[in-house]
């Protein structure tokens, strides 16, 4: 699925806004989902799943 850039920018500032007025509600929810999901269809997504491996590897080679 290919959304254009400027459907993610939308997505992200509509994101942005929810957490910043008024918290995170269900419906808030839902559009962080469809962010995240047209987010990772884009170029960048190979980029941000590359960074949480790394970050999920690190966490889990701490020892306490």
Known sequence: MILPISGVVLFGVIV?????????KPS????????????ASTAVGPSIRAGGESLASLIGGMSF
């Open 28 to 39: 808030h929810a839902c559009v962080s989902t469809l962010f995240g999901f047209y987010l």
């Open 16 to 24: 942005f806004v929810f957490f910043r007025k008024d918290g995170l």
